[in-house]
């Protein structure tokens, strides 16, 4: 459970790094504050002069004196208080850039599942409310709490001075107020954070459906998404009125008590003046700090409300960052050295959190430079297997070994880097497509790019693109065709130049000048890899060194295209299924 402690202790490491330059804004705004509770000690002695001076030049000449004094003053505070918004402005946005970062870092760091049960929209929301909340808190200690509790103190001092009994008073009721401010934003912070997650959960919805815009086209659904986000932002606008109701409420009963505390000093320094104890400065002295101290704490029992809201909204952040990475290198884990690239997959056993078996004793070797299909049922597990070898997800029983050494030993840059994986649905940055299939090799240079482009049969559809390789593919890649994102993917994969090569094969048929030319390409990419492939394809398949048959969590048969063919079972079954030849669209049961 994260606590407002944690939030804190998040905000504190990110500031640590300026803490000289932090120090020193805080000291100017206290001396600007203690700046500012001198003047009215001098109005109180110009209106003590103006009641008691008699109208002459003496007079009015003291009187200027005094108002320069004042103005003098107001200038020295006014010095302190733009150095120190100056000096601010520079630091508060490098500490929110500090936070982004690591809060960017630590999503980045999460595995595979944790993105499978998180909405991006949400994860990007998070990030940004984390920065907000430091700055709101930023803000709430420079320029509400720092200057207010000095300001307290000062005028409690200045005050005590005059009137002991109105000091006591004052002091008393402000730390009452205070503590009732602090008292009722705690109790609503229960309110607080379902207004918060009402608030991910909303935007979480607005990413879904702008993922599944298309869907909802194609099926006339978009009546029907807005009832849906209609009961969605219903939760929140409910969850926020309730939020907001209980600070206005509050609010109210705060500025009735401080018309009745005005009133009460006010009544209070009559009798004192009646007696002879204050003078008509006095009541000047006592309205400027009165009213003074009135905005500043009203001002801070908003804040600290807002503080409260904006820590909850922190907290959901935090609580990502302060959740463990579910994939970790093993301290000491060493960098895998890959020479021939042999795969084995010993005994191993694998399901998706509490959900049944997905591989139940599953042993596979991959040769090296072998080139192996894996084909069977759908849901069988072949992408699964893809998975465990990228190490996306830890297994729970059994060895993934990679050159004798075990997946789960090594770093997993490093594993990740020996593998190159052309993925069913590629999808690309919305970046150039120079940059998008540099990503295979970051420093690689523009000549080596387009050779690779060229190899993957990409140079052709690039060139003709009015901005060729400077051409932003659009959010996900979704400006190029299926064929064109996965020729892309290719080149990436060409330019990495990893020894061991993952291709997902896309499903969906393609025509056969774009399929020679996937097929041109892949032929180019599999040279001397050892190379695993999700076949759906007889053109794939027949190039294969061995068909490997997955269903039921095993392997239950192998071989090559024509052995296999020969002998009932279940590829068999499935190449029959496949009249036209490829095994694609193989969609019933597992067992
Ligand atoms: P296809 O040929 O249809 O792509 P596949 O053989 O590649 O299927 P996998 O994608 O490996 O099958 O899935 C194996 C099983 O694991 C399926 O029952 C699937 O529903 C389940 N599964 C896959 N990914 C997850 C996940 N992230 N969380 C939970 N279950 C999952």
């Known amino acids: 459970m994260t606590t407002t402690r944690d939030v804190f202790r998040v905000f504190f ?8 330059m932090y120090g020193f804004i805080l000291t100017l705004i206290t001396a600007s504050q203690v700046v500012s509770i001198i003047a009215p000690l001098f109005y109180k002695k110009f209106f003590d002069l103006l009641a008691s001076g008699g109208v002459n030049a003496e007079t009015a000449a003291s009187l200027r004196g005094f108002l320069l004094v004042i103005v003098g003053i107001h200038l020295i505070q006014w010095l302190f208080k733009s150095t120190s918004d100056l000096l601010s402005v520079n630091l508060t946005p490098k500490v929110m850039a500090g936070l982004e970062q690591s809060a960017f870092a630590s999503l980045n760091g999460h595995s595979y599942t944790f993105f499978t049960n998180n909405f991006v929209g949400s994860l990007t929301r998070r990030i940004k409310r984390l920065s907000d909340a430091f700055d709101t808190i930023n803000d709430a200690i420079n320029w509400t709490f720092l200057p207010t509790s000095v300001l307290i103190i000062g005028s409690i001092i200045v005050l005590s001075q005059r009137s002991p009994i109105i000091a006591v008073g004052l002091l008393t009721w402000v730390f009452l107020y205070l503590l009732a401010s602090v008292g009722f934003s705690v109790w609503k912070i229960k309110y607080d954070e379902p207004r918060s997650a009402a ?84 009541f000047a002295l006592l309205q400027s700090y009165l009213i003074s101290v009135f905005m500043h704490v009203w001002d801070m029992g908003r804040t600290i409300r807002r503080c409260y809201e904006a820590t909850a909204n922190a907290k959901e952040m935090v609580e990502i960052m302060h959740t463990p990475h579910e994939i970790r290198d093993r301290r000491g884990a060493k960098e895998i050295k890959v020479k021939k690239g042999v795969i084995t997959f010993r005994n191993v056993f694998f399901r998706y959190g509490k959900a049944r078996l997905v591989l139940d004793g599953f042993n596979l070797t991959v040769k090296s430079k072998e080139k192996v299909a894996l084909v069977g049922p759908s849901g069988a597990g072949k992408s699964t297997v893809v998975k465990l070898i990228l190490r996306f997800h830890d297994i729970q029983k059994g060895k993934i070994i990679i050159d004798n050494q075990d997946i789960k030993k090594i770093t997993q840059d490093s ?57 932003f593919v659009g959010e996900r890649g979704i400006k190029l065709s299926g064929g064109e994102r996965q020729r892309v993917a290719i080149a990436r994969a060409i330019l990495k130049d990893a020894p061991i090569l993952i291709l997902d094969e896309a499903t969906s048929s393609l025509d056969s000048a774009s399929e020679q030319l996937i097929q041109s390409a892949l032929s180019e990419l599999m040279k001397n890899k050892t190379t695993i492939v999700i076949a759906h394809r007889l053109s794939t398949i027949l190039k294969m060194d061995r068909i490997v048959v997955v269903s039921g969590g095993k392997v239950v048969d192998q071989g090559t295209h024509s052995n296999l063919t020969k002998k009932v079972g279940i590829y068999k079954t499935l190449w029959e299924i496949q009249a036209g030849g490829f095994i694609q669209s193989l969609h019933y049961p597992v067992d």
């Open 13 to 20: 490491a990110h500031l640590k790094p300026y803490r000289l």
């Open 199 to 282: 608030d991910s959960a909303a935007s979480a919805a607005i990413a879904d459906a702008l993922t599944n815009n298309t869907t909802i086209k194609l099926f006339s659904g978009s009546d029907h998404e807005l009832n849906i986000f209609r009961a969605t932002i219903e939760r929140w606008r409910v969850a926020i009125v309730k939020s907001w109701r209980l600070g206005a409420g509050n609010e109210a009963i705060q500025w009735l008590l401080m018309i009745i505390l005005e009133i009460s000093v006010l009544l209070a320094a009559v009798r004192f003046w009646q007696q002879g104890l204050l003078t008509i400065g006095d």
């Open 415 to 471: 594993l990740r880097d020996a593998i190159a994986m052309v993925p069913q649905d590629p999808v690309l940055f919305h970046r150039s497509l120079m940059d998008n299939i540099r990503y295979g090799r970051r420093e690689a240079t523009d000549k080596e790019v387009i050779s690779a482009a060229t190899k993957a049969h990409c140079h052709e559809f690039i060139s003709q693109l009015p901005d060729g390789y400077n051409t």
